[in-house]
C-alpha cells in the first residue's frame, strides 16, 4: 500500500528528496523521482526537503468521513499529544469539542495508552532479562533499526506503541464493534495501523 506520493509535474530534479533520504529509498527513472517503497521507512524527510512541495502524504479524510455515516456514534478518535502544536486551540477540551461535532462519538489522548505503555517497560526492566533495552513509540525508528541493524532486534522492548495499546483500550470500554482512528504528525503511523486490526485510519 503506498503512504506517500510524488506530483512529479513540478518536480525541477534538485535531488534534494534524494540526498536527504536517510535509507536510500528514492530513486530517479527519466529524471523523475520514485520511492522504492519495500526500502521507505516513512521518515518524512523527503517530505520536509522538497522545495516544490512534492511529495504528498496519502490522505483518508474521505474514508473516515464514510466510516462516521455508516458507523454512527461507534467511531472514536485517539489524539495524539502534538495536537496543541498542529491546530489553533488553547486546550484539549475544546479540540475534542470541535472533533464531537464532527461526528467522533470519543475523543480522547493517546497518552491514556502511553501510560500503559511505560508500565509495561518498567516491568521490563525490572525482570533483569534486559541488560540493553531498546523502546521507541515511532515506527520509523523501529523499521530503520530492523532494516539497517538487525542485530539490534534482540533488543527491542516486545511492547505495542501507545496508539495499539490506547486502540485496544477504547475496545475493550466501548465494544470491539468500535471504530478506532487515529490522528497524528506521523505518516509511518498509518503503516504501523495496517499490521494491526485494532486502527481502521490514520490522519496525518
Known amino acids: 500500500m503506498d503512504y506517500l506520493k510524488f506530483d512529479t509535474n513540478s518536480c525541477v530534479n534538485c535531488s534534494a528528496c534524494l540526498r536527504n533520504c536517510p535509507v536510500?529509498?528514492?530513486?530517479?527513472?527519466?529524471?523523475?523521482p520514485q520511492i522504492v517503497s519495500e526500502m521507505c521507512i516513512l521518515c518524512g524527510h523527503c517530505v520536509l526537503k522538497c522545495p516544490k512541495n512534492d511529495k504528498k502524504v496519502?490522505?483518508?479524510?474521505?474514508?473516515v468521513k464514510e466510516l462516521i455515516k455508516n458507523n454512527p456514534g461507534k467511531v472514536a478518535l485517539s489524539v495524539a499529544p502534538s495536537f496543541i502544536a498542529n491546530f489553533e486551540c488553547k486546550s484539549f477540551a475544546s479540540f475534542k469539542k470541535a472533533c464531537l461535532d464532527l461526528g467522533f462519538s470519543?475523543?480522547?489522548?493517546?497518552a491514556?495508552?502511553?501510560y500503559y505503555v511505560t508500565k509495561e517497560y518498567a516491568k521490563l526492566l525490572d525482570?533483569?532479562?534486559y541488560p540493553i533495552l531498546i523502546t521507541s513509540a515511532c515506527p520509523s525508528s523501529?523499521?530503520?533499526l530492523c532494516t539497517e541493524f538487525p542485530e539490534?532486534?534482540?533488543y527491542l522492548a516486545p511492547v505495542v506503541s501507545p496508539m495499539i495499546a490506547h486502540a485496544r483500550i477504547l475496545k475493550k470500554q466501548?465494544?470491539?464493534?468500535t471504530k478506532i482512528v487515529f490522528v497524528g504528525p506521523c505518516m509511518a503511523k498509518k503503516k504501523e495501523a495496517d499490521g494491526f486490526d485494532e486502527i481502521d485510519y490514520v490522519l496525518t
Open 106 to 110: 470519543f475523543v480522547e489522548e493517546t
Open 58 to 63: 496519502i490522505t483518508h479524510k474521505e474514508q
Open 127 to 129: 525482570s533483569g532479562k
Open 142 to 144: 523501529v523499521t530503520y
Open 24 to 32: 536510500r529509498a528514492i530513486r530517479f527513472v527519466d529524471q523523475r
Open 174 to 177: 466501548l465494544g470491539e464493534d
Open 112 to 114: 491514556r495508552g502511553a
Open 152 to 154: 539490534t532486534i534482540k
